[in-house]
């Protein structure tokens, strides 16, 4: 029976010029397009070409997502800033099969999709991007369905590519001299067919192609006509991606926002503040991420929500406008209250007025010898000390007496 069916589906490709589906062989299956259907997702796109369903969503992450690898040649690990991941779940094809680990296949098709989408995505150190790709229904080329809605989930995620990317696969029929080229292969060609060639690329040119095939090879004039075919069916399908681009409302409220500002490099101590206390209380209150380039002055601030990361950047403006002036000058001889905030074995650090700390040396807490801190004074105690000497942040302090 198979041999019988897969014999009549031939034939009628070769002799009537006819598909299973009644297309014919250049025509395209219809194509449906539906981004940032996930509420929360940084980008999404719901691709549909047929019977052949993609849901691929792009995640925005920073350099610390990036995924870690090692190669036998590599002297040290390697970072992977864009990935794309494929996922074939079995009741795409309508089979009740536990999900497993990532198949070869799997592996394959999400390295050849990344390969076709990576020429128009600028790769940064200081972002990662990940694009999965969950394959909802399948009849023939759910890697190329995944090009094209990875392609707009990028653009839905408002990520700057520099063009669209389209994929499609193409398949040959061929007996003796006689062969015909098919546009856009289903399941049923691919499997009763000669030959699965998938093509994606721009409007300008193709950045990937993959070729499987059953025979012992193809002839030059049959690869080029593949080609231009593929080319016609790629522009087509270009357009169609072209117009649902128009339509993208992007989801700036789930978008991670990245403001870079330049700081004097001679500020910088002041944002980072004693034992970058400062840095860690902004991260703590505004949500964000903080990167420091000391030489060239550059401050990145990275946040899921746009309104904290511009608040922290005004934050950071304030708090450099004229840094060494909202440093406490203190005399030596001054006695201040403060508070024991943190124990060490070498003495204790206590919070004095405008959140400044000083250094209280074990060997200043007492005229006799002091073996523990904690012995005379302990976290939270009310103190008064006398300043030592002060180098602008570090403060010395010797204990007089405490409170409580």
Known sequence: VEQYKRKIVREMILKEKKRA???GLKDVRDISIKTNILPSAHGSCLFTRGETQALVVCTIGDKSAAQMYELITSKGPEYEHFMVHYNFPPYSVGEAKPIGAPSRRELGHGNLAKRALEPVVEILDDKTIRVVSEILESNGSSSMATVCGGSLALKAANIDITDLVAGVAMGLVIEGDEYAILTDIM????HDGDMDFKVAGTKDGITALQMDIKIGGIKDHILKEALLQAKDARLHILNIMEEASKKIEINEENLPTTKTLDINPSKIAQIIGQ??????????????????????????????????????????????KDSWLEIPKFKEGEILRGKVKRVTNFGAFIELKDNI??????????????????????IGDEVEVEILSQKGHKIELALRKVLK
Not at 187 to 190: F, H, I, K, M
Not at 285 to 291: G, L, P, Q, R, S
Not at 357 to 378: A, T
């Open 21 to 23: 589906d009644g297309r």
């Open 275 to 320: 034992a970058g206390k400062r840095i860690k209380e902004i991260i703590e209150k505004f949500e964000v991420t903080i990167d420091i380039d000391r030489e060239k002055g550059k401050v990145k601030v990275t946040g899921k929500n746009r309104p904290k990361v511009i608040a922290a950047c005004e934050h950071i403006k304030e708090v450099t």
């Open 187 to 190: 399941g049923l060609e691919d």
């Open 357 to 378: 700390d000083g250094l209280l040396h074990i060997s200043k807490l007492s005229d006799q010898r002091v073996d523990r801190v904690e012995d005379v004074i302990n």
